[in-house]
T-cell receptor
Framework: DAKTTQPPSMDCAEGRAANLPCNHS???????VYWYRQIHSQGPQYIIH???NNETNEMASLIITEDRKSSTLILPHATLRDTAVYYC??????????FGSGTQLTVLP | DAGVTQSPTHLIKTRGQHVTLRCSPI?????VSWYQQVLGQGPQFIFQ???????GRGNFPDRFSARQFPNYSSELNVNALLLGDSALYLC?????????????FGSGTRLTVV
């Protein structure tokens, strides 16, 4: 499975877009990019996933570069409740998720 | 619809004891996975069960075992508890085996070994 690299922490002003980067330079063709987040003391929450194309849902947008070596999760209007650890995970058809250390996003009032 | 439910929410055990943690998946989900999350780290995969059979196992000792019942609920058992087993134990359910089905996690069981 490809490894991912994320910044350990980021801040974002409330109401602004939060852009969380992830590098996955060794990703292979059949591997998906997943984003989960974990609010303190709760279980991880699925946000979005994609293979090649950009994806959008009610929570976020996922932008994957054309070479698929990096991606960005965008929370369009961050709120205080979006403060969490965000995990970028790259997996193929594996039957598990391999979590790294993630990015601690702090939304500031 | 109820989400993934885990019980108990908190547990304190003594070294050497045995513990059983329980998980009920979302209705219709046939896959249950277990993860261990030590403080300050990301969750680590322990097991996956699908259709009552073990389909994946992480790098954990044989003291860890699990099973899935006909109603798709699951138990995680840990024998001969060590202090290092203190962690948040997470259960995740999914429609199918593969990652792209998406996992829904429960809130976890906080196990403290003293």
């Amino acid at each position: 499975d490809a490894k991912t690299t994320q910044p350990p922490s980021m801040d974002c002003a409330e109401g602004r877009a939060a852009n969380l980067p992830c590098n996955h330079s060794t990703i292979s063709g059949n591997e998906y990019v997943y984003w989960y987040r974990q609010i303190h003391s709760q279980g991880p929450q699925y946000i979005i996933h994609g293979l090649k194309n950009n994806e959008t849902n009610e929570m976020a947008s996922l932008i994957i570069t054309e070479d698929r070596k990096s991606s960005t999760l965008i929370l369009p209007h961050a709120t205080l409740r979006d403060t969490a650890v965000y995990y970028c995970i790259v997996e193929g058809s594996a039957r598990q998720l391999t979590f790294g250390s993630g990015t601690q996003l702090t939304v500031l009032p | 619809d109820a989400g993934v439910t885990q019980s108990p929410t908190h547990l304190i055990k003594t070294r050497g004891q045995h513990v059983t943690l329980r998980c009920s998946p979302i209705s219709g989900h046939k896959s249950v996975s277990w993860y261990q999350q030590v403080l300050g780290q990301g969750p680590q995969f322990i097991f996956q069960y699908y259709e009552k059979e073990e389909r994946g196992r992480g790098n954990f000792p044989d003291r860890f075992s699990a099973r899935q019942f006909p109603n798709y609920s699951s138990e995680l058992n840990v024998n001969a508890l060590l202090l290092g087993d203190s962690a948040l134990y997470l259960c995740a359910s999914s429609l199918g085996q593969a990652s792209y089905y998406g996992y829904t996690f429960g809130s976890g069981t906080r196990l403290t070994v003293v």
